[in-house]
């Protein structure tokens, strides 16, 4: 009995440690959750910094932040950034040119690129 146990658990400890679909889909769903948290606090941060010039900072620092967790949080920096820029360039009127530079400041933070590129001068520290 002690050992039908003891090999029981230690068919559930080789389960949980390797590389399954379930695991994998599992550390995705985490990823992108995490991710379009990451993506609302820069919208939060860019809403309460209130900066001028500083819109372009924040697309890549939410893109970057949620693509460093992993696919899941790339995933969800792209369906967010693409669904918020469909969305303004309809209702904004700020135009193709805003929507294509925006856009470009996403897929700089999400391939990896250094956020403080897009950095205004002056912007708080805090941010």
């Known amino acids: 009995m002690k050992l039908s146990v003891c090999l ?3 068919s559930m400890a080789v389960w949980a440690s390797a590389d399954n679909p379930f695991s994998r889909a599992g550390k995705f769903i ?4 995490g991710g379009a948290g990451d993506m609302l606090r ?15 900072y924040f697309h890549a620092r939410g893109n970057y932040d949620a693509a460093r967790r992993g696919p899941g949080g790339a995933w969800a920096a792209r369906v967010i950034s693409d ?4 969305w303004q360039s309809g209702v904004s009127g700020r135009g193709a040119e805003d929507t294509a530079a ?6 700089w933070g999400r391939s990896g690129g250094d956020p403080n590129r897009y950095r205004p001068a002056g912007l708080p520290s805090r941010y």
């Open 42 to 56: 820069a919208y939060q941060d860019m809403r309460e910094a209130n900066y001028k010039g500083a819109d372009k």
């Open 83 to 86: 669904a918020r820029e469909t």
């Open 8 to 10: 029981v658990l230690l």
């Open 102 to 107: 925006d856009q470009e400041a996403n897929r």
């Open 30 to 33: 985490k990823d992108a959750v």
